[in-house]
């Protein structure tokens, strides 16, 4: 079973459009991550949430954690051919420093 | 800052090959680093974590004698992969941690090849 399930898994929209990609989980987080990868690289850091509730954004990008820390959201606004990639959330349990990857998803942006 | 240096980037190699794959932090110190793997059009599985200083921590099903892991200083980890078969081709990334409770930072990655 996988311990974060994300969806959707794959995505492909045109430039200029809104898109949310979910993050959802029945364990509760200390930490959560998203990064975005492209091929043949490692992934990248994006955002750290912590809070229950928070609300970071990053240009065009906003994540929410879950208020009970379960899940998150990312949604890109007026998104760019710039913006494809894998997209992956990563949470850490308890005190754990070890990360549980989301199964992905990959984000293409048409122009 | 918080850089993190796989190297090589690629390996192709016969059957029965041990390759090592080594992860620098460049800019910063790492007690702790973490290798995964990742399959085409999958995420990351973590395979161990490698402390320094003491043995790696492997994740269940994750062969230590298949995977040797070796961290010597506080800014280098290398992850022998040991008579090497095509199964094990993969693409093998690192991370490493800036400090307790800090996100982890990538590195590029590692295309293994085995022929």
């Known amino acids: 079973t996988q311990l974060l399930e994300q969806s959707p898994q794959f995505l492909s929209i045109q430039e200029g459009e809104n898109l949310t990609v979910y993050c959802n989980s029945s364990?509760?987080?200390?930490?959560l991550q998203w990064y975005r990868q492209e091929p043949g690289e490692g992934p990248v850091l994006l955002v750290t949430?912590?809070?229950?509730?928070e609300v970071k954004k990053l240009k065009r990008l906003t994540f929410q954690f879950g208020d009970a820390r379960k899940d998150s959201s990312l949604h890109i606004t007026a998104a760019q051919p710039g913006d494809t990639g894998l997209y992956l959330c990563?949470?850490?349990?308890?005190?754990?420093?070890?990360?549980?990857f989301g199964s992905g998803t990959q984000l293409t942006v048409l122009p | 800052g918080a850089v993190v240096s796989q190297h090589p980037s690629r390996v192709i190699c016969k059957s029965g090959t041990s390759v090592k794959i080594e992860c620098r932090s460049l800019?910063?110190?790492?007690?702790?680093m973490f290798w995964y793997r990742q399959f085409p059009k999958q995420s990351l599985m973590l395979m161990a974590t490698s402390n320094e200083g003491s043995k790696a921590t492997y994740e269940q099903g994750v062969e230590k004698d298949k995977f040797l892991i070796n961290h010597a200083s506080l800014t280098l980890s290398t992850l022998t992969v040991t008579s090497a078969h095509p199964e094990d081709s993969s693409f093998y990334i690192c991370s490493a941690e800036t400090g307790a409770n800090q996100p982890q930072h990538f590195g590029d990655g590692t295309r293994l090849s085995i022929l």
């Open positions: 949430v912590v809070t229950g509730g």
């Open positions: 990563a949470g850490a349990v308890g005190s754990a420093r070890q990360l549980t």
């Open positions: 364990s509760v987080f200390s930490s």
């Open positions: 800019d910063f110190q790492a007690t702790t």
